[in-house]
């Protein structure tokens, strides 16, 4: 039967197994034969050229005998089993034995037994007293030498009788090589670590991490990447055990050195912690870069979960713990700081003050140490002559004022309140009288202008001179007629219960005659304030009346008037009182009051040096010496300073106010002490007050808010210097000096490395290609190879991979240096892979031809995804290949040579791509002939050594003689398909040897004859 079926079970009829290279009959019916053919071929060549020497054939013959009783062991097993190095493999192999009617025959056992060519395999007949009954164990632990494919041969025999039933199965186990795995962590953040990990087959993972030997997470079934997250700063072994679709299982290990929050720039404390007795401590956290969240302080004792703590001041340790969150990824950390409650001056200063109210009253005579202290009113610094006139009321009372000290060295305040206990003041002013006559005594009451209500004062009298003229009785009173016109001084005394008093003095002149005198004023200053004529004209006999009478002046008493209009005037004093008359009139100028244009900023730093006031003016006030503002030397606050311009004799003065205000001093601050390229520098700006501040860098210059934080993006300059150098300079509206400030960052390039060039080939390409690197020491290489269907992930700066599959790979490098600096960066293309034809032909004749007959017949069957392929065809002999066409399917007459040719046919792509393909032809004479040297006609051996036969290949013409050892002919045919069986005339010959003449006449008519002895065997 020319059509095997091997598709049946069991495979039907003669056929070549494929795999193992078993010759396999399997009989379908009674009386069935199969003939194997075993044949040797001697060759030899001489002189160059090779020929066929002689040749040998051996037949085997099959035949199968009818059992109706037993049918042949069915083995139930699969055909092709997988295997996994290292893993012990047991297979159990039982078979079905049926009786011919299809029963099961229990009792009826089947041996089994293996052959096969691996070492290590063992093999075990069991029974149970179940079915099977009986079954093959086979066990087997590959290693990696197994790897690749193996054969078993499994025979399975009954016992049964007459004639026991066997079959034959050979099954296939592919080892498996173990499968590629790529296990990659990259910390992200903050210990938390993206792993990647791919194989090359299908597989579940589980993934377990050590420290110290000791697991610490163990998580199955996970897929890449796959994020853990481990603040801790530790050494872990990252262990992935995989399990491909082939059940296959092994581990691939990662050392990694966790850095957890190692390294990570911890948040800013916000705030000072070095602060004066009594002050708030008041801090929080700021971060460059990262956002800060789940604040926790601990201070003394005390948890506050705020994101800003305030709280009093003092010793102690400050704990605080917080989370920083980047791209979703968070990182727990703590830190502490310590906080010191520095302390202030001591005061030495009794509680209360007690003193007589004036308006004015003078703080130095308070006893108070150390001297170097400023007293405040409330928050407004106060000169010593401290005036309460706008404050209190002449009534006992008090106020509260404090005593400010600065310790130099600390720059801690100390500061502590007094009680000012004022007293009310008595109030006493006396007028000096003119007295024509001497008829009259005079009341001293008179002489009072203030109180004007004298009931409840306590007012005292003493004579000057003339103490014989002052009488006490019954009122006190100058007995002016007693004694001749003369002038008297009399001093007066007002006392309060509380010890205050005041004392003024009183001049009576008596005269005959009244003359009015006055100085030789005759300029008055404009301004907005009365003016006391008398005094100012020094009037000889004051409590007359003054009237101007030219311009209407405005009098407020018959003594004062305002001078609010300038000009010239004409003023007229008039004395009627004590029996005199008397008037005296005289011209003045009111000189007009200037327009001031002095002035200075309003707003002047402390730490200003000096302010050059404008020598126009005279000046006055706190911190002023020739004409120079010294703030220095003042308090923070709010400040006056007295501007005064002299014309004539007048001067005139105006208030300036100004506020003293603290320094503009800040600090430019950041995080990072380093950067790499491409990154940018979060700076923070911070100071007590908002001002403005010039940012100078390399390459630019911006203007910024002195409570700001911003973002600065370094430029080529600052790379070139590996240095980032920022200048901050202070600026204002106020009058202040600029403050200077630098930062110093060092600024790294990234480190860089390329492929130079794309690597193109074709598949399987092997890859060795190294990185030429650009920037960066001690650099660290992590890449990622990857194209459709392959993806590599490897470290080193070397690429080593081998069998490269079709494609366009991209390479992702992730690169980090000793600097801590990172990059990453892919390139496209950078290998390119071809795809590689399948070269692939046919011979439409056979592959053994005879000289004459020695045309091959090629069709070229090759492929390739790329489109069509140029085609080269070669012969090869004796080790010598020759070309013989570059068509795609030639037809090509071989050398008239005899022996083994091979064909090989190499198909190219337009890539210079190009896949072998092979196969042999034999060349043989025209006519090769077996003939037997010996047959058995009387069944004792196979069928097809029953006859006498001969085969050859290509004859035309064929005759043969046999003849018996006397020379008889016995047999004689001119067709080679006849074969003698053994008889003569109907009667079987006897055994011996038999003589025979043999002559062949090949296609082309060449002549070939043969002698020899054949033995009859009975």
Sequence with gaps: NCSPD????????????????????????????????????????????????????????????????????????????????????????????????????????????????????????????????????????????????????????????????????????????????????????????????????????????????????????????????????????????????????????????????????????????????????????????????????????????????????????????????????????????????????????????????????????????????????????????????????????????????????????????????????????????????????????????????????????????????????PEPHIDIPSFSPRTYKIEATNRTTGLCQITDTITIVVSDNLVLQVNDNRTICQGNEPLDLNEYFQVNAPGGAWQATENSLSFTSNNHYIPSLCGANVLRYTYDRNNCFAEIEFSIQTICKPTFSASIPSEICADYEQVQLEQNYSWKGAGVSNNILRPTLLPIGKQELIATQTDDICAFDTVIQYTIIPPLTYSALSSNTKICEDETLEITLASSSDFTIDVLTCASSVTKSSQQKFTYTPSNCDLQNEEINISFISKSMAMCPSHFDTLAIAYYPKPKATISKPIIGCEPLDLDITFTTLSGNNIDYKYTLKSDYQTFNGVGNTLQYTDLKYGEYSLTTKLSDDNGCKNETTQDDIVVVYPKPKAEFTMANKDRLALSERELLLNNFSSSIEGPLNSKWFYAKNGKSTLFSTSSSPIYELPADTGRFQIMLIASSAKECSDTFTTNVVLVPDIIAFIPNAFTPDNKGPESNATFSVISDHAQAFKIEIYNKWGQKVFESKDINNSWDGTFLGQHCPNGVYVYSIDLINKTGVEYSYQGTVNLIR
């Design 6 to 473: 091997t598709s049946a079970y069991p495979p039907q009829e003669l056929f070549l197994d494929p795999h193992t290279g078993d010759y396999i009959f399997t009989p379908i019916q009674s009386n069935q034969t199969s003939i194997r053919v075993l044949e040797v071929e001697q060759w030899r060549k001489i002189n160059g050229s090779t020929y066929l020497a002689s040749k040998i054939r051996r037949d085997v013959q099959t035949t199968t005998l009818s059992s109706s009783q037993n049918n042949s062991p069915k083995i139930n097993s699969y055909n092709e089993y997988n295997l996994c190095i290292g893993q012990p493999f047991t297979l159990n192999i039982s078979a079905t034995d049926l009786a011919a009617n299809g029963i099961d025959i229990s009792s009826d056992s089947v041996l089994f037994t293996a052959e096969s060519s691996l070492s290590g395999l063992t093999q075990n007949n069991k029974s149970i007293t179940t079915r099977p009954y009986n079954y093959l164990q086979l066990s087997y632990t590959p290693t990696i030498q197994d790897t690749g494919k193996h054969y078993i041969r499994i025979k399975a025999r009954d016992n049964h009788c007459p004639k026991y039933g066997e079959s034959y199965k050979t099954i296939q186990l592919n080892v498996l090589p173990r499968d590629k795995a790529s296990l990659q962590i990259d910390e992200i953040f903050c210990g938390n670590n993206q792993i990647t990990f791919n194989t090359q087959r299908s597989s579940e993972f589980t993934l377990a991490i050590y420290n110290q030997g000791i697991l610490i997470n163990n998580t199955s079934q996970v897929t890449s990447p796959y994020l853990y997250t481990n603040p801790k700063t530790q050494n872990q072994v990252y262990q992935l055990r995989y399990t491909d679709n082939y059940g296959c299982t092994d581990t691939v290990e990662n050392l990694h050195s966790n850095k957890g929050t190692l390294g990570v720039s911890k948040a800013r404390l916000i705030g000072a912690t070095t602060l004066c007795e009594g002050s708030d401590l008041v801090t929080s956290l700021s971060h460059n870069v990262y956002t800060i969240s789940d604040v926790n302080w601990r201070y003394n004792g005390a948890l506050s979960m705020t994101d800003t703590l305030v709280t009093e001041v003092e010793n102690g340790i400050l704990k605080y713990q917080y989370t920083l969150t980047s791209n979703n990824l968070t990182c727990p950390l703590q830190d502490s700081t310590q906080v010191i409650e520095r302390q202030g001056p001591s005061i030495i200063m009794a509680d209360t003050h007690q003193i007589c109210f004036e308006p004015i009253i003078d703080l130095n005579t308070i006893s108070v140490s150390p001297a170097s202290g400023v007293w405040k009113y409330g928050t407004t610094a106060i000169n010593t002559a401290f005036d309460i006139s706008t404050i209190l009321p002449n009534v006992d009372t008090s106020i509260r004022v404090s005593y400010n000290v600065m310790d130099e060295a600390s720059q801690c305040l100390s500061s502590k309140q007094i009680y000012l206990k004022v007293l009310k003041a008595p109030v006493l002013k006396l007028q000096d009288q003119y007295i024509c006559g001497n008829d009259n005594v005079f009341r001293l009451k008179n002489g009072i202008t203030i109180p004007f209500n004298l009931t409840g004062e306590n007012i005292t009298w003493r004579s000057l001179n003339n103490p014989s003229a002052y009488l006490a009785t």
